[in-house]
């Protein structure tokens, strides 16, 4: 437990008639800045297995696969 803001997101995307701009890289730097500037000390969120090109972008940008957790979930 660390006891620190942590932040979640959830439901991101760029529209598909924007990408390949580079606002996914602008927006998820921004959200970087945002966490350090209120005091977080972690983003987390979660992609598709199959959305590579999103990896691509989380990798280059310093994020990693969480291998700590496992994640649960049930359809209600």
């Known amino acids: 437990m660390a006891l620190k803001p942590i932040w979640l997101l959830n439901?991101?995307?760029?529209?598909?008639?924007?990408?390949?701009?580079?606002?996914?890289?602008?927006?998820?730097?921004?959200?970087?800045?945002?966490?350090?500037?209120?005091?977080?000390?972690?983003?987390?969120?979660?992609t598709e297995m199959t959305n590579t090109r999103a990896q691509a972008l989380y990798n280059s940008l310093g994020f990693s696969i969480d291998k700590d957790n496992v994640y649960y979930r049930v359809t209600c």
Do not use: P, T, Y
């Open 11 to 46: 439901d991101h995307a760029v529209s598909c008639q924007f990408r390949g701009r580079g606002l996914a890289k602008v927006l998820m730097n921004g959200a970087l800045e945002f966490a350090k500037k209120s005091g977080a000390i972690r983003i987390e969120f979660k």
